[in-house]
C-alpha cells in the first residue's frame, strides 16, 4: 500500500523509537495529527507554547536518548520553538524539530508568516534540511544519525506543506554497521600515563560527556584507585556521591571560590567528557597540565594553557586506556579535601532567621526518594542547586547550563513525568521563571501527571538585584510583582496551590503532594537573603 508523506513520518518516527511529539499544530499539520491518532505507540502532545514543547523534546531526548521529537509552524511558530531547540542543542540532548514550510512556489515570496526556516536554524542545529516526497527514509535515518552522534544536539526538518497529503516514495534504511570506536594514538595514551604517573596532585574534572559514556563505575574505581579530588560541572551531578572522599565540588556554582581552593592546588587535571559549553577551562582551571578525554576537540588558549593532552575519540574507550595507568601514590591530604567540602555544605545549610532556598532544598530531598528526579529553572537558585543539592544518580537532577534559558523547569517536569510515569518528578522554579512557562499547567493537567511543583516565591530576580547591589546601584527593575505576596488564588489552570512558610509546613504538603493524582503547586514563601553570601559569579 501506498502510503502518504504524513504517515510514512509519523510511522518512520514511532519505528526509531520516538513516543511523544510535543507541539502546537497548525494547518498544515493536520495529516500529521491524524497520522498519529491512526498509529500505535506514538501520540501527540499539545502544549501551551512551541518554547515549551521544545523544552520537553529536549528532556526526552536526554533520558531516554532516542531523540525527542517537536512541531512548529511558520515564522512566529518556528521562532517560538527555536528557544527549545538551542536548548537541546547547547545542552547536548537529541532532538528533531519539525516545522512547516511554504511551497516551493511560494518560498521566496512575500507571502503572511514566511521566514527561511533553514537560515533560522543553521545556527542553533548540528544539520536543517528539507524533506521531499522522495527522501523520506533518508532524511529520518540522516537526522537519527545527526542528533546522537559525537555531542548529541538538534536537527531541524523543514516539512513544505504541499507535500503532507502526496505518496512517498520509501526505500529500506540502509543497514548500520558498527563502527570500532575510535581511540587516541598508544603514543598519546602512554604520554598520559607517564604525565599523570609524575604528577604530584592530579586531580579529575567531570563533565556532561562522562554521564553520556556510561562511565560511573569506572570513575569511583579510578578515583578509589589513586585517591584523588574530583570536580565536577552541574550538569554531570551524580556521577560521584557527595559523600565520597574524593568528591571534591561542583565548578561555577554557589561557593564556587572555595570549591577552587581545592582544584588550586591541583598540577595535573584529568579532564573527562568536559563540555566547555557549561563553563570553559579559562574561568576556573589555571594552568597546569591538562589531559583532555573527549569525542569533540579541546577547546582552549593553548597561548595560556601550553602544556595539554587531548585524547580525542570515544570517551570511554580512551578514558579505560588512561585508567590502566598503575597508581604510584601522590601528595594529596584527601582529609583536608573532605573538610573543605564539609565546610563548604555546613555554609548552605538554612542560616537566616527567614524561611530560605536552602531550607526548601534539605525539606525536598528528605521527601523525595533516591529515584526520583528534581528539575530545576534558572535563576540564584540553579546556581545555589548546582552545589547545594544531593544528586544520587546521573540524570535524577535535570538543568540547563549550556543554554541557560529561564522557563526550562516546568516542561522539563512534564517530559520527565511522560518518559519516565512510575518515577516521583518534581519542579523547582523561581517565581519569575515560573510566570514565563505558566500555560503549560494546563499540559500537566490534561495529560494528567503528578508533578510536585515547587515556586520559590520570593518576588525577586535574585541574580539581576544583587548585581545592582554590587555597583552601589538601587534596585530596580527586579521585582517579580508590584506587591508582595503569593501568586493569587488557590488554583492555577485546575493546578492546585498551597502555600508553606516553613520547613514543618512544606513537608506536610510535599508528602500530600506526591500523593496526589494530578499536578500541584506548593509556594515556599521564602527570602532571598541567602543567595546573597551563596552565589558568587564574575561582574559583566
Not at 510514512?8 to 519505528?15: H, Q, W, Y
Not at 528539507?130 to 531541524?156: I, M, Q, W, Y
Request: net charge negative.
Amino acid at each position: 500500500m501506498t502510503k502518504k508523506v504524513a504517515q510514512a513520518m509519523i510511522e518512520g518516527l514511532r519505528d526509531r523509537g520516538v513516543k511523544h511529539v510535543f507541539g502546537v499544530p497548525s494547518g498544515g499539520w493536520v495529516d500529521f495529527m491524524e497520522a498519529i491518532r491512526n498509529t500505535d505507540g506514538i501520540d501527540f502532545v499539545l502544549t501551551a507554547h512551541e518554547g515549551g514543547a521544545g523544552f520537553m523534546a529536549d528532556v526526552a531526548g536526554r533520558l531516554t536518548g532516542v531523540p525527542g521529537v517537536c512541531f512548529a509552524t511558520f515564522g512566529p511558530g518556528a521562532t517560538n520553538l527555536a528557544t527549545g531547540v538551542g536548548s537541546a542543542q547547547l545542552d547536548r540532548s537529541p532532538l528533531i524539530a519539525l516545522t512547516d514550510e511554504m511551497s516551493q512556489a511560494n518560498r521566496d515570496r512575500v507571502v503572511q508568516m514566511n521566514i527561511d526556516h533553514q537560515a533560522l536554524m543553521k545556527p542553533i542545529t548540528k544539520l536543517t534540511t528539507r524533506l521531499t516526497t522522495d527522501n523520506v527514509t533518508e532524511t529520518l535515518d540522516k537526522a537519527f544519525e545527526v542528533a546522537v552522534s559525537g555531542r548529541p544536539g538538534a536537527v531541524h526538518i523543514g516539512m513544505p506543506v504541499d507535500l503532507t497529503g502526496q505518496p512517498a516514495t520509501l526505500t529500506e534504511s540502509a543497514p548500520k554497521t558498527a563502527a570500532a570506536p575510535a581511540k587516541a594514538s598508544a603514543e598519546t595514551i602512554n604520554a598520559a600515563k607517564a604525565a599523570f604517573a609524575s604528577a604530584q596532585k592530579p586531580a579529575m574534572a567531570l563533565g556532561l560527556g562522562a554521564v553520556r559514556a556510561g562511565l560511573q563505575d569506572d570513575i569511583l574505581s579510578f578515583a578509589a584507585k589513586h585517591d584523588i579530588p574530583v570536580v565536577l560541572t552541574p550538569m554531570a551531578k551524580g556521577m560521584i556521591p557527595e559523600n565520597h572522599r574524593s568528591y571534591a565540588g561542583v565548578v561555577f556554582h554557589a561557593l564556587s571560590d572555595k570549591v577552587g581552593e581545592i582544584h588550586a592546588q591541583a598540577d595535573l587535571m584529568v579532564a573527562v567528557g568536559y563540555d566547555p559549553i557549561e563553563f570553559n577551562f579559562e574561568g576556573w582551571l589555571h594552568p597546569m597540565t591538562l589531559i583532555n578525554i573527549d569525542d569533540a576537540p579541546l577547546d582552549i588558549d593553548t597561548s595560556v594553557y601550553t602544556d595539554t593532552l587531548h585524547l580525542g575519540g570515544d570517551i570511554a574507550t580512551n578514558f579505560r586506556a588512561l585508567a590502566a595507568v598503575e597508581a604510584t601514590g601522590n601528595s594529596w591530604e584527601m582529609e583536608d579535601v573532605r573538610a573543605r567540602m564539609d565546610a563548604i555544605f555546613a555554609q548552605m545549610r538554612p542560616g537566616n532567621k527567614e524561611f530560605g532556598p536552602c531550607a526548601v532544598l534539605d525539606t525536598l530531598r528528605e521527601v523525595l526518594p533516591d529515584k526520583g528526579i528534581m528539575a530545576c529553572d534558572v535563576g540564584a537558585h540553579t546556581h545555589l542547586i548546582g552545589q547545594k543539592w544531593e544528586t544520587r544518580a546521573p540524570m535524577t537532577q535535570l538543568m540547563t547550563n549550556g543554554w541557560s534559558a529561564m522557563g526550562f523547569g516546568l516542561p522539563a517536569a512534564i517530559a520527565a513525568k511522560l518518559c519516565r510515569p512510575e518515577t516521583p518528578v518534581c519542579a523547582v522554579l523561581g517565581d519569575g521563571g515560573f510566570l514565563m512557562t505558566a500555560g503549560e499547567l494546563s499540559t500537566a493537567v490534561r495529560e494528567n501527571l503528578n508533578i510536585v511543583i515547587v515556586i520559590l516565591t520570593d518576588n525577586d530576580l535574585a541574580l539581576i538585584r544583587i548585581k545592582q547591589q554590587r555597583r552601589g546601584n538601587p534596585i530596580f527593575g527586579t521585582p517579580v510583582r508590584e506587591r508582595e505576596g503569593n501568586i493569587g488564588g488557590d488554583n492555577l489552570f485546575g493546578v492546585p496551590v498551597m502555600q508553606a512558610r516553613d520547613p514543618s509546613e512544606l513537608q506536610a504538603k510535599l508528602e500530600e503532594g506526591f500523593k496526589m493524582d494530578g499536578p500541584v503547586i506548593i509556594e515556599a514563601l521564602t527570602s532571598s537573603a541567602e543567595y546573597d553570601k551563596l552565589v558568587l559569579f564574575k561582574d559583566k
